[in-house]
């Protein structure tokens, strides 16, 4: 050692400490492997000859989940899209001659009833015309009733009682006019509704289109929007719809088409749909833009929850629950999903009615593995609400 040492120096101590730390590594390692990895000898408590730890796999019991039944639900195929709001009946509140207002019989949000005077025009000039054109016709009327009278003694011809007749026409035209004239100074209300903002006050000149209010019949709603026309087939007078709204964005308005447009539009390939919304509470405004969705195609068909679902590359696959002796356990089963919308998907195949499927869980179980079922698991069977989602 001491001529190593000399000749090769510290090198000589370095590999000499390496080979010793590798010969301490083997043993330990083999002392190990003696032992077994339950911390004794081969066979012992915890090594590998030891049992199954119980009916869920090594180690422990059988898993616990959640299940739910397969069952009915109410599906719809719905065509999205976008509409605005209008009145049932709306029109702008405007007089038909150029005069002052004398009053108005309304204010800002009342509602009037079909024929209500509205608005009074100041119509001194047109009484007047109205009383003379009156006077007149009263003088005209007497004439010929005198004229009739001397035709019947034979005082006088018919050419002269063709004349006052004429006349007495020609009179009674006047006043009708006259008063037509009067009646285009009072401004009446065309059906039932509520009165808009007043934008016009007593003694204010206005002419023919200046506006005055407005008058909305909102017991009903007219919502018009536009369809691809790939979706005409399944659009026709009656099929229900649901609308909602940013201002009411807790609210479902239900109601239905009314009339679908005759012609489609060639540069858009859609087709304009005006369908009708009952508003009793008047919560709807003309001009609110609305969300539509046309409910074509309602149906009851089997449907699970969509946790229950697991989608592979392959397809889609669930867990459903089956008794074997006295045991639960569950098998894997390919199913054939529909639509799917709030929550649950539509079952075409694979699942039938009445078969509990696992909802919660999923991560640990395996295919033929036995499973607990939690005693807070939901018996309940999908209700039958309306459910609704975009055409696929």
């Known amino acids: 050692m001491p001529a190593l040492l000399r000749k090769f120096g510290f090198a000589a101590l370095v590999v000499v400490a390496v080979v010793l730390m590798g010969a301490v590594v083997i043993a330990r390692d083999a002392f190990e492997a003696a032992k077994g990895p339950g911390g004794g000898p081969p066979g012992a408590a915890g090594g590998p000859a030891a049992g199954r730890g119980g009916p869920g796999g090594p180690g422990g019991e059988a898993p616990q989940v959640e299940t739910t039944m397969a069952a009915e639900h109410r ?109 285009d100074r009072a401004i009446r209300a065309p059906f039932s509704g509520v009165m808009g903002l007043r934008t016009a006050s007593p003694g204010a000149f206005v002419r023919p289109g200046d506006p005055i209010s407005t008058l909305d019949d909102i017991s009903s709603i007219k919502l018009d929007f536009d369809v691809p026309e790939v979706y005409l087939a399944r659009l026709a007078p009656g099929v229900a719809i649901t609308a909602r709204t940013p201002a009411f964005s807790d609210v479902t308005f239900r109601g239905a088409i009314e009339t679908v447009d005759s012609r489609v539009a060639p540069a858009t390939r859609t087709v304009r749909v005006r369908a009708i919304l009952p508003n009793r509470d008047e919560r709807l405004r003309p001009g609110m833009l609305m969300t539509v969705a046309i409910e074509a195609n309602p149906r009851d068909a089997l449907a699970i929850p969509e946790t229950a679902i697991i989608d592979r590359a392959d397809g889609a696959y669930v867990f459903a629950v089956a008794s074997r002796g006295d045991m639960l356990v569950v098998d894997e089963r390919r199913v054939e999903t529909g639509q799917r919308s709030g929550g649950y998907a539509e079952i075409l195949g694979g699942v039938a009615a009445g078969d509990r499927v696992v909802v919660e869980g999923l991560q640990r179980v395996r295919p033929g593995q036995p499973v607990r079922i939690a005693a807070e698991t939901s018996e309940r069977a999908p209700d039958a609400a309306s459910s609704q989602g975009r055409t696929r």
């Open 75 to 183: 599906f719809s195929d719905a065509i999205q899209a976008i509409g605005t709001a209008q009145a049932r009946e709306s029109i702008v509140i405007t007089p038909k001659v150029a005069d002052t207002i004398r009053r108005l019989r309304f204010d800002s949000g009342d509602r009037v009833r079909a024929g209500q005077v509205l608005v009074e025009m100041a119509n001194v000039e047109q009484q007047a015309d109205l009383a003379e054109a009156r006077a007149a016709n009263e003088a005209a009327q007497q004439e010929l009733a005198r004229f009739r009278e001397l035709f019947t003694q034979g005082f006088a011809s018919q050419a002269r009682i063709d004349q006052v007749e004429a006349a007495a026409q020609a009179a009674q035209a006047r006043v009708d006019a006259g008063g037509s004239r009067n009646a």
